[in-house]
C-alpha cells in the first residue's frame, strides 16, 4: 500500500488547520483543479476534509491557510461565514445547515499524518464528479 505521507501532528497549530494540494491545473479542462484538501488539528485528533464548500462549490479559504473563525472552535467559510464542525464537517450555521464537508480519511503513525494513494484516486475522481454551482 502506497501513502503519501503530509506532515507531524506537530507541525499543525493547536488547534489549527494546514492545507495540502495534490495535481496540477489542466489548462484545457477548466473543471479540472488540483485536490486541496485540509487537516484540521484539535489537540491529539486530526480531521480532514475537501476544501470545497457545500453551499458554494469553491475553497473555503481565502487566505493561505486560515480554515477556522477566531474563537478557533469552527471550521469557516471566508466567502460567507457558514460554520461547519471540526469532528463532523457539519454545517451549524449560515446558509447550509446539515450540509457536510467531505470527510478525508487519513493514517497516522507515530504522530505522522499521511493519505494513501488510492484515498487520494478516489477523492480526485469524486472531486472531478461534483457540480459547481
Same mark, same amino acid.
Given at each position: 500500500m502506497t501513502i503519501q505521507r503530509l506532515c507531524n501532528i506537530a507541525d499543525i497549530d493547536d488547534p489549527g488547520a494546514r492545507l495540502f494540494e495534490f495535481g496540477d491545473r489542466n489548462p484545457d479542462d477548466?473543471?479540472?483543479?488540483?485536490?486541496?484538501?485540509?487537516?484540521?488539528?484539535?489537540?491529539?485528533?486530526?480531521?480532514?476534509?475537501i476544501n470545497r464548500c457545500p453551499h458554494a462549490?469553491?475553497?473555503l479559504n481565502w487566505?493561505?491557510?486560515?480554515?477556522?473563525n477566531r474563537e478557533r472552535d469552527h !471550521?469557516?467559510? /471566508?466567502?460567507?461565514? #457558514?460554520?461547519? &464542525?471540526i469532528?463532523?464537517?457539519?454545517?451549524?450555521?449560515?446558509?447550509?445547515?446539515g450540509e457536510?464537508?467531505?470527510?478525508?480519511?487519513?493514517?497516522i503513525d507515530a504522530g505522522e499524518?499521511? !493519505?494513501?494513494? /488510492?484515498?487520494?484516486? #478516489?477523492?480526485? &475522481?469524486?472531486q472531478a464528479a461534483m457540480s459547481y454551482r
Open positions: 477548466p473543471g479540472d483543479w488540483p485536490l486541496s484538501i485540509f487537516v484540521v488539528r484539535q489537540g491529539d485528533r486530526v480531521h480532514a476534509y462549490g469553491h475553497q487566505l493561505g491557510e486560515r480554515f477556522l !471550521i469557516l467559510c /471566508a466567502s460567507h461565514g #457558514a460554520m461547519f &464542525a469532528d463532523s464537517g457539519v454545517c451549524v450555521a449560515g446558509p447550509c445547515p457536510r464537508l467531505v470527510r478525508v480519511d487519513l493514517e499524518i499521511a !493519505i494513501n494513494a /488510492a484515498t487520494l484516486r #478516489a477523492l480526485k &475522481a469524486r
